[in-house]
């Protein structure tokens, strides 16, 4: 079974600038989730996929670099439209689709999700925050009644997807175009896993994190 992880790279980010190559804790943002994947052992290959070969200076070793058409660095791009042209150019039997904004996502991480996919009949994994606490939606409590408020060490937890990674089958993509299929295992993550830097003020908590001991 031929697992192939990729990361969608764009240098022109519009809300933080020059994010994917800024430095963290010494090195490219990029950088951090490039050498997270080369770790897990069952990735059989590791692309950036990215427009612009600028990029490839900063690839650790053993990184592929595939370059996609420009039209796909569009704002208004949707990533299934980049996940259909790396699905079309690279064949594999399962696809690990990371980012690099979730810099602090172990490896045993993703490996133990992975294996829930290649050897435990999940079709697709996703990394995921427990939140277990009051949350509303469209005006309205999610996960408790106005009327019976329980002890929050009682009440339903809601799973918050984070963009650290989406595992799935190839026919997952090819049949549904979805990344989480219809038989999910919900990879839980803690919150400095689960960081992801949209915005400078994430960036700003991730340079803190990442002077951490022992993080």
Known sequence: MKVVAFVPIRLNSQRVEGKNLRLLGGEPLLCHILRTLLEVEAIDEVYVYCSDPAVRPY???????LRRSPRLDRNETLGREIYDAFTAEVVADVYLLAHATSPFIRPATIAAALHKVTDEGYDSAFSAERMQTFAWYRGE??????DAIPRTQEIEPVFVETSAFFIFRREIWCDLHQRIGRHPYVAVVDRIEGIDIDYPEDFA????IAKLPNR
């Open 141 to 146: 409590p999610l996960n408790y009644a106005l």
């Open 205 to 208: 908590l991730a340079e803190v």
């Open 59 to 65: 690839l650790p070793d053993g990184v592929r670099f």
